[in-house]
């Protein structure tokens, strides 16, 4: 990025923060003047994102998500180099398996939800005594459409994503009205996580969405945006489905 805008003085803390999604959701925030903290477990591509983003526009804290001593390290940090957090973004995510739901070894089943669920509820507790109970704020949680219908061979993700959109709706009742909480469902987005559902079969997977294109990062980059921003003042709890109009085809032979 090369012409920045003046500082917003918004500070959003992103985990998985470096590529992706995340990183998507951190150029649209610094693009309109935030700065953020990313989050995600290589340094290498932590510092990249950071290089790219701007150094003085962005820091970055490596860890696991799930870890609660990472998540506390994470919101510290934010607070010690910008003062505050008034935005969280909690995209980290995993899904390590492919395959019916029926074999699946529940030790990998919890690993989803302490990535996928539980890390999102300590990143907003420690967000919401840091910063946001005194300060408002807002929440966005990064679901997906496979926690909106069954998913087949990524069923545990799916069942982890429809407990962050519950999630979502339980932080939203409770932390109103200090702070709004909602979440983005989107269809698949072209990343390297994702990649397994499209790679080399595009076109083919494309052709399943009324917009006849994947998503972008930047799709979900600019939802992000609309929800941390004063046009969203009147929404909470709820789920955008950003999905290129794949839900217009259900049920259609």
Request: with cysteine; aromatic share 6%; glycine share 12%.
């Amino acid at each position: 990025m090369t012409e920045l805008p003046p500082l917003s003085g918004k500070v959003a803390l992103i985990t998985g923060g470096s590529r992706g999604i995340g990183y998507g959701v951190a150029e649209a925030l610094v693009a309109r003047g935030d700065r953020v903290c990313i989050t995600g477990r290589g340094e290498d591509a932590l510092k990249e994102a950071v290089e790219k983003l701007g150094a003085d526009r962005a820091i970055a804290v490596a860890g696991k998500a799930a870890d609660e001593a990472h998540q506390a390290t994470a919101v510290e940090r934010t607070m010690e180099a910008f003062g505050r957090v008034d935005y969280l973004v909690n995209n980290a995510g995993t899904n390590p398996v492919f395959g019916p739901i029926a074999d699946l070894d529940l030790n990998v089943a919890r690993k989803v939800f302490e990535t996928n669920v539980i890390s999102a509820l300590g990143f907003a507790q420690r967000t919401w005594h840091a910063w946001q109970k005194d300060n408002g704020g807002a929440i966005v949680n990064i679901a997906s459409v496979a926690g909106l219908a069954p998913s087949p061979f990524i069923g545990a993700y799916g069942v982890s994503k429809a407990a962050m959109i519950n999630l979502t709706q339980q932080l939203a009742h409770e932390f109103a009205p200090r702070v709004r909480v909602n979440a983005i469902a989107p269809a698949v987005v072209k990343t390297k996580f994702a990649q397994a559902l499209y790679e080399g079969r595009e076109a083919e997977a494309a052709a399943a969405y009324p917009l006849a294109r994947l998503g972008v990062p930047s799709d979900i980059g600019g939802a992000a945006a609309f929800l941390t921003s004063e046009q969203s003042d009147w929404v909470t709890g709820q789920t955008l489905v950003v999905d290129g109009g794949m839900f217009l085809n259900a049920g259609v032979a």
